[in-house]
């Protein structure tokens, strides 16, 4: 049995739409490695908020947006889609072009 190309990606974008609009929101809320080091050695007080600390898609949520659950499927999903139009946008600019029949 033979799957397309297109099938396979269409697939695999549904998959990864549903995990991240779903699954996400049971995702640890534990620290990341480095946030618990600092926070084992003694150092999280130095730490800042980084430069896009303000933006809508901060902190794997949508600001604004009160329900928690809403907020993380909808910024998870957005990341999805946005990972798939660059990828698309990449892979076009890259494809191999079929021979021209003229040359």
Known sequence: MK???RKFFASF????ALLAG???FY???APDGLEKVAEDVGFIETAEDHTFG??????YG???LENARLSVGF???IGVLATA???MGLFMLIRKKAPSKNQ
């Open 3 to 5: 799957i397309s190309n």
């Open 13 to 16: 974008l549904l998959v990864s």
């Open 22 to 24: 779903g699954a996400s």
């Open 27 to 29: 995702a640890s809320s």
């Open 54 to 59: 303000d933006f809508t898609l901060s902190d």
């Open 62 to 64: 949508i600001a604004g």
């Open 75 to 77: 910024a998870g999903l």
């Open 85 to 87: 139009l660059v990828a």
